[in-house]
């Protein structure tokens, strides 16, 4: 049985979702009804899954999901709010939620969405154990596979598991242009919206680390996909 950690403000909608999470018997649900109190609830409870609105007094929801990814990096963190502009969401996404549900919803949807998570959680798994001993080197970086670490000149940067997936599959297919919903479904699953906006914000970040060697470049090729150019 999952352990899920909802925080919501609203009472009424908390406990709807509490009970509607607990009637389909796959879920043990705690609720807090405000930022401080989920984080505190967060270390006792020890959840699977973290459901979390945005708009709270004290800590808001961006700030917990911060908090949160420092203390652990595997947690499930899913980001509730009828705030649904490509800003919140994609702010959501760089902080570390793995998934984004528009406000109203009912228990039955948030159950859809856990599983979907799931689902893909265990595609990546098998990605990241591809990321084997050794190395790959990308104009002058040297990709370090064992501890996911990009390095030029000496100096090493830590990569986040996903982004080190990211550029292997990128890096492995180097001058390809390699099929956009492909790394939708290896990464994330599926190809919706908000997996499609965070797939925008990793690669994003990708390009920042490899702009000190000018000879690497991530192209997106409108239509096709994503090229690592070298």
Same mark, same amino acid.
């Given at each position: 049985?999952l352990?899920?950690?909802l ?11 509490q009970?509607?999470? +607990?009637l389909?018997?796959?879920? +043990?649900?705690?609720?807090?009804? /405000?930022g401080s ?7 006792t409870?020890a959840p &699977?899954v ?8 004290g800590?808001?929801?961006f700030?917990?999901?911060q908090?949160?990814?420092? $203390?652990d ?10 705030r649904t502009?490509p $800003? &919140?969401v ?6 570390g939620?793995d ?11 948030l159950?859809a ?9 265990n ?13 790959l080197y990308?104009? /002058?970086?040297?990709? /370090? ?9 000496m100096?090493?940067r ?7 997936i ?7 297919? $180097? ?7 492909k ?6 699953g599926?190809?919706?919206f908000f997996?499609?906006?965070s797939l925008?914000?990793?690669v994003?970040?990708?390009?920042k680390y490899l +702009? ?9 090729v409108?239509? $096709?996909?994503?090229?690592l150019?070298v």
């Amino acid at each position: 049985m999952l352990k899920i950690l909802l925080i919501e403000d609203d009472e009424a909608c908390a406990y709807a979702l509490q009970g509607g999470l +607990e009637l389909l018997d796959s879920y +043990e649900v705690t609720v807090a009804h /405000n930022g401080s109190e989920g984080l505190a609830l967060f270390d006792t409870f020890a959840p &699977d899954v973290v459901v979390t609105d945005i708009e709270m007094p004290g800590i808001d929801g961006f700030e917990l999901v911060q908090q949160i990814r420092i $203390k652990d990096k595997s947690v499930v963190i899913i980001m509730a709010s009828c705030r649904t502009k490509p $800003k &919140d969401v994609l702010k959501g996404f760089e902080l570390g939620a793995d998934d984004y549900i528009k406000k109203p919803f009912i228990a039955e949807e948030l159950h859809a969405h856990i599983r979907a998570i799931l689902k893909r959680m265990n595609g990546r798994l098998q990605l990241e154990q591809s990321l084997s001993a050794g190395s790959l080197y990308i104009g /002058n970086f040297k990709f /370090n596979l064992s501890d996911e670490t990009l390095e030029l000149c000496m100096q090493k940067r830590k990569l986040t598991k996903r982004e080190a997936i990211l550029l292997k599959v990128l890096s492995e297919n $180097k001058n390809t242009v390699y099929p956009r919903e492909k790394i939708l479904h290896q990464l994330w699953g599926d190809s919706d919206f908000f997996s499609s906006r965070s797939l925008d914000v990793f690669v994003s970040k990708l390009r920042k680390y490899l +702009e000190q060697d000018p000879s690497v470049e991530i192209v997106t090729v409108k239509g $096709k996909g994503i090229m690592l150019k070298v």
